[in-house]
């Protein structure tokens, strides 16, 4: 008995080190259409038709966020990383030279055959060195003149081990390295396929879970093999019927669920295609396969090096896969599987910089533009390298090579000047800065309220004269949307400092009644709020940056339950008469949304009432032709904004004009009396977008689409010549919608629609535009539309 157990245990820890080797490569370019036909139809069923109901937004941060968490993880082991260090570390930009160096004399030190000896168990030592070499940019069939390749083939012909079997075919998988690797792989490829239970459609082992996972993941890059996508199509649909669990994760009778085999699971199917984001074939009440590993926080420090690596590297195969790439990761010399990803990759990063460069304080504005305009060449030139690149590893290495120009483009600095008070006048209490040295264009461009620093001549700090403005009670509900702080008076000192709350996920996130808005001695638009949790009270920075309504108040159609624990349906509007209790990721078909007090109800087609709060249900569909947008948080009316650093909700500049806060550059404001207007920009388009009798007009559809919903769809004729951003903001004046922007030609930028705002530099949160499904390479003023082109803005959160 003690034999038995000892073995079984022995199994357990072999498998659970072995899901180390993930790999796939699905639908490549080269492979036969029929067998992209066979996976794509395949897939498809279980992929889920997602685009109704998948949260994607709120996961994709989260799986960001987790990405960083891991790589941090990492990078603090030092000189101790190793092969799959390396894996982990390419995919997140993150690697240097000098880590490169460190997992060069890694895998020499632990390699079998390089190090002297034979191969390791099952081939474990030989394919996390492949990945790592390849990785790092070495020639595994040349390592101090040993080929480590031709080792691989050697116990191929002849496999140790069923688990020898995947992974060899995983090492070989990674590259072409000559016709003895190919006639290896395709050998290997057909044992592993006659392994295949007939009757399951899944492996069998002693942990079938983990098995069946690497073998998915070793079809997935050999799909262009005889057998190979029937098989993959096969086991896919398998891991649906026999090991999906409810909550997320995967199981099966003989062996109890554990976060090893959900990461190695949910690699395998984010490689063969799958969109792990969301439930596997149409399974709503499930959870999802990435929110289930997100769930068990793999990430964390203190876990172990091997479960870091493993979930860092899933997380990246899954937003890889969603993100439009094709394949396993680990498929780096393959046809272009990575490509699609990689151009992803770099226009994010080529955004990430724009807005570094564009909210530097010191920057001149001839000096922003030409860092900006500099951003987009470059961007421009990647682009066309990643496009034209034939494998994975070189489009690795293009996108690489991109971010790190990104990184080296800076911006001069003016020479400080003399301080110059600009004259004020007060008007109904709101003190309004004229500054002379820019006066002249404030008129004429929005793009010189949009730069802090457009005018060499700093700007000073407004004064507030009189008494504070004070706004009527406008009593509402709002949840914090990062860091806020709470002060027991208006006067934000801190000493008078309460509480801070930390930036949460949208389950978690504080809620808060505003029971009034008024603007500080010190001049900050703020709240006075009553914490919903604890009953304390107190003041607050207030805007759209910090806050937004906590509750649904738009015409919702349909939504997804978000809340772990689930909600209830109720038979009256008071949530009393409970009907039923409704699962973690349902989605369900909304009436309208009821008005109740200041936390609104939603009225199911089935008659019944549900909560709509945000923490609990995500809106996934909304009527187009309604005036569908996240209402405004309400905000304190004054306009003038300051340049002095407030006591700090989030530590940046304190503004109401945009989540992106900037310093006002001396143009004129008026007070906006409506405590939910989000103020606006002056719009001065470079091209006229109002067809004249004599111009020759275009016309280009506009859809505009945030938290899974499309806010607005239609077209607008402009004049020929106009740009992508002329016609936004025609489009944005002839649907009524709150448009703000900064900069103008080159260096314009969507700050926000309606609410849905950018966030501040080095996030991701903000709006991205196509054109005819391609994300240009350069701004929205500079990009000339042709007649009938269809623009896409989405927010990505």
């Not at 259409?33 to 038709?49: F, H, K, P, R, W």
């Not at 990461?263 to 799958?274: D, E, F, H, Q, R």
């Not at 008078?496 to 809620?511: G, Q, S, V, W």
């Not at 900069?743 to 629609?753: E, F, K, N, P, R």
């Given at each position: 008995?003690?034999?038995?157990?000892?073995?079984?245990?022995?199994?357990?820890?072999?498998?659970?080190?072995?899901?180390?080797?993930?790999?796939?490569?699905?639908?490549?370019?080269?492979?036969?259409?029929?067998?992209?036909?066979?996976?794509?139809?395949?897939?498809?069923?279980?992929?889920?038709?997602?685009?109704?109901?998948?949260?994607?937004?709120?996961?994709?941060?989260?799986?960001?966020?987790?990405?960083?968490?891991?790589?941090?993880?990492?990078?603090?082991?030092?000189?101790?990383?190793?092969?799959?260090?390396?894996?982990?570390?390419?995919?997140?930009?993150?690697?240097?030279?000098?880590?490169?160096?460190?997992?060069?004399?890694?895998?020499?030190?632990?390699?079998?055959?390089?190090?002297?000896?034979?191969?390791?168990?099952?081939?474990?030592?030989?394919?996390?060195?492949?990945?790592?070499?390849?990785?790092?940019?070495?020639?595994?069939?040349?390592?101090?003149?040993?080929?480590?390749?031709?080792?691989?083939?050697?116990?191929?012909?002849?496999?140790?081990?069923?688990?020898?079997?995947?992974?060899?075919?995983?090492?070989?998988?990674?590259?072409?390295?000559?016709?003895?690797?190919?006639?290896?792989?395709?050998?290997?490829?057909?044992?592993?396929?006659?392994?295949?239970?007939?009757?399951?459609?899944?492996?069998?082992?002693?942990?079938?879970?983990?098995?069946?996972?690497?073998?998915?993941?070793?079809?997935?890059?050999?799909?262009?093999?005889?057998?190979?996508?029937?098989?993959?199509?096969?086991?896919?649909?398998?891991?649906?019927?026999?090991?999906?669990?409810?909550?997320?994760?995967?199981?099966?009778?003989?062996?109890?669920?554990?976060?090893?085999?959900?990461?190695?699971?949910?690699?395998?199917?984010?490689?063969?295609?799958?969109?792990?984001?969301?439930?596997?074939?149409?399974?709503?009440?499930?959870?999802?396969?990435?929110?289930?590993?997100?769930?068990?926080?793999?990430?964390?420090?203190?876990?172990?090096?091997?479960?870091?690596?493993?979930?860092?590297?899933?997380?990246?195969?899954?937003?890889?896969?969603?993100?439009?790439?094709?394949?396993?990761?680990?498929?780096?010399?393959?046809?272009?599987?990575?490509?699609?990803?990689?151009?992803?990759?770099?226009?994010?990063?080529?955004?990430?910089?724009?807005?570094?460069?564009?909210?530097?304080?010191?920057?001149?504005?001839?000096?922003?533009?030409?860092?900006?305009?500099?951003?987009?060449?470059?961007?421009?030139?990647?682009?066309?390298?990643?496009?034209?690149?034939?494998?994975?590893?070189?489009?690795?290495?293009?996108?690489?090579?991109?971010?790190?120009?990104?990184?080296?483009?800076?911006?001069?600095?003016?020479?400080?000047?003399?301080?110059?008070?600009?004259?004020?006048?007060?008007?109904?209490?709101?003190?309004?800065?004229?500054?002379?040295?820019?006066?002249?264009?404030?008129?004429?461009?929005?793009?010189?309220?949009?730069?802090?620093?457009?005018?060499?001549?700093?700007?000073?700090?407004?004064?507030?004269?009189?008494?504070?403005?004070?706004?009527?009670?406008?009593?509402?509900?709002?949840?914090?949307?990062?860091?806020?702080?709470?002060?027991?008076?208006?006067?934000?000192?801190?000493?008078?400092?309460?509480?801070?709350?930390?930036?949460?996920?949208?389950?978690?996130?504080?809620?808060?009644?505003?029971?009034?808005?008024?603007?500080?001695?010190?001049?900050?638009?703020?709240?006075?709020?009553?914490?919903?949790?604890?009953?304390?009270?107190?003041?607050?920075?207030?805007?759209?940056?910090?806050?937004?309504?906590?509750?649904?108040?738009?015409?919702?159609?349909?939504?997804?339950?978000?809340?772990?624990?689930?909600?209830?349906?109720?038979?009256?509007?008071?949530?009393?008469?409970?009907?039923?209790?409704?699962?973690?990721?349902?989605?369900l078909s909304v009436r309208k949304v009821v008005n109740y007090g200041l936390s609104n109800r939603m009225q199911l087609t089935n008659g019944r009432y549900i909560t709509a709060n945000k923490k609990l249900i995500?809106?996934?569909?909304?009527?187009?032709?309604?005036?569908?947008?996240?209402?405004?948080?309400?905000?304190?009316?004054?306009?003038?904004?300051?340049?002095?650093?407030?006591?700090?909700?989030?530590?940046?500049?304190?503004?109401?004009?945009?989540?992106?806060?900037?310093?006002?550059?001396?143009?004129?404001?008026?007070?906006?009396?409506?405590?939910?207007?989000?103020?606006?920009?002056?719009?001065?388009?470079?091209?006229?977008?109002?067809?004249?009798?004599?111009?020759?007009?275009?016309?280009?559809?506009?859809?505009?689409?945030?938290?899974?919903?499309?806010?607005?769809?239609?077209?607008?004729?402009?004049?020929?010549?106009?740009?992508?951003?002329?016609?936004?903001?025609?489009?944005?004046?002839?649907?009524?919608?709150?448009?703000?922007?900064?900069?103008?030609?080159?260096?314009?930028?969507?700050?926000?629609?309606?609410?849905?705002?950018?966030?501040?530099?080095?996030?991701?949160?903000?709006?991205?535009?196509?054109?005819?499904?391609?994300?240009?390479?350069?701004?929205?003023?500079?990009?000339?539309?042709?007649?009938?082109?269809?623009?896409?803005?989405?927010?990505?959160?």
């Amino acid at each position: 008995m003690k034999r038995k157990q000892f073995l079984y245990w022995l199994s357990i820890v072999l498998g659970i080190f072995l899901i180390f080797f993930s790999g796939g490569n699905s639908s490549r370019a080269d492979t036969a259409s029929d067998v992209n036909s066979a996976i794509s139809t395949g897939l498809t069923e279980i992929a889920q038709q997602g685009s109704q109901i998948d949260s994607g937004a709120d996961t994709a941060l989260d799986v960001d966020s987790a990405i960083s968490a891991g790589l941090a993880e990492i990078v603090q082991k030092g000189s101790k990383i190793d092969a799959w260090d390396a894996t982990c570390l390419v995919f997140g930009d993150r690697i240097t030279d000098l880590q490169a160096q460190y997992v060069y004399k890694s895998i020499l030190k632990n390699n079998d055959f390089l190090s002297g000896g034979s191969q390791g168990l099952n081939g474990i030592s030989d394919v996390s060195a492949v990945n790592g070499l390849v990785a790092i940019g070495k020639d595994p069939t040349n390592v101090n003149g040993k080929n480590l390749v031709a080792n691989i083939v050697k116990d191929a012909n002849n496999p140790a081990s069923h688990y020898s079997i995947v992974n060899d075919l995983e090492a070989l998988s990674t590259g072409s390295y000559g016709q003895a690797s190919e006639t290896a792989r395709t050998s290997l490829t057909k044992k592993l396929i006659g392994m295949q239970d007939q009757k399951t459609g899944l492996w069998n082992g002693l942990d079938k879970v983990d098995y069946t996972a690497r073998a998915i993941l070793a079809l997935s890059m050999n799909t262009n093999q005889p057998g190979a996508a029937d098989a993959l199509n096969t086991a896919v649909k398998a891991v649906s019927n026999h090991f999906y669990q409810e909550n997320g994760g995967f199981a099966d009778s003989s062996n109890a669920e554990n976060a090893y085999d959900d990461v190695t699971m949910t690699n395998a199917l984010a490689s063969a295609g799958v969109n792990v984001y969301v439930p596997l074939k149409g399974k709503t009440d499930y959870v999802a396969p990435v929110q289930r590993v997100l769930d068990q926080h793999p990430v964390s420090a203190g876990n172990s090096a091997m479960l870091i690596q493993q979930a860092t590297w899933a997380f990246e195969q899954a937003r890889f896969t969603r993100n439009g790439g094709k394949g396993s990761i680990f498929a780096f010399n393959q046809t272009d599987a990575a490509k699609y990803g990689e151009i992803v990759s770099i226009k994010a990063a080529a955004i990430t910089k724009k807005w570094s460069i564009i909210d530097d304080p010191q920057a001149t504005a001839a000096a922003q533009s030409d860092a900006l305009n500099l951003v987009d060449q470059i961007l421009a030139t990647y682009v066309s390298k990643l496009s034209a690149d034939s494998t994975s590893s070189a489009a690795i290495a293009d996108r690489a090579a991109g971010v790190t120009a990104f990184n080296h483009v800076t911006v001069s600095h003016a020479a400080p000047a003399t301080p110059v008070t600009p004259p004020t006048v007060t008007n109904n209490n709101v003190t309004v800065v004229n500054n002379p040295a820019s006066s002249s264009s404030a008129s004429s461009s929005s793009a010189a309220t949009s730069t802090s620093s457009s005018s060499s001549v700093p700007i000073s700090t407004p004064t507030v004269s009189g008494k504070p403005v004070k706004k009527a009670s406008h009593r509402s509900i709002v949840y914090a949307l990062t860091t806020v702080k709470l002060y027991r008076s208006s006067n934000f000192t801190k000493s008078n400092l309460t509480k801070t709350y930390k930036k949460r996920a949208r389950i978690n996130r504080p809620m808060f009644l505003v029971i009034s808005q008024q603007t500080n001695k010190q001049g900050y638009a703020i709240y006075r709020v009553k914490d919903m949790n604890s009953g304390k009270t107190g003041y607050t920075l207030s805007g759209s940056k910090y806050f937004a309504h906590a509750y649904y108040s738009a015409k919702v159609t349909r939504i997804k339950v978000i809340n772990p624990k689930g909600i209830n349906e109720y038979g009256k509007v008071n949530l009393t008469s409970k009907k039923r209790h409704v699962k973690k990721n349902a989605s369900l078909s909304v009436r309208k949304v009821v008005n109740y007090g200041l936390s609104n109800r939603m009225q199911l087609t089935n008659g019944r009432y549900i909560t709509a709060n945000k923490k609990l249900i995500l809106a996934t569909k909304i009527k187009k032709s309604s005036q569908n947008t996240r209402p405004s948080t309400p905000t304190a009316t004054t306009t003038g904004t300051s340049t002095s650093t407030p006591p700090t909700n989030s530590g940046s500049t304190a503004t109401t004009t945009s989540s992106k806060p900037t310093a006002t550059t001396g143009t004129t404001t008026t007070t906006n009396n409506s405590p939910s207007a989000t103020p606006t920009l002056p719009v001065a388009p470079t091209n006229p977008v109002t067809p004249s009798n004599d111009a020759k007009t275009i016309t280009t559809t506009i859809s505009i689409h945030a938290d899974g919903a499309t806010i607005r769809s239609g077209s607008i004729k402009v004049n020929s010549g106009a740009s992508a951003f002329d016609a936004l903001q025609a489009f944005a004046q002839q649907q009524g919608l709150d448009l703000t922007h900064k900069g103008s030609g080159a260096t314009t930028y969507v700050t926000g629609i309606n609410g849905y705002n950018a966030g501040p530099a080095g996030t991701m949160t903000g709006w991205l535009y196509s054109v005819n499904g391609t994300l240009p390479g350069s701004s929205m003023g500079v990009y000339t539309l042709k007649d009938g082109d269809s623009i896409s803005m989405t927010y990505n959160k």
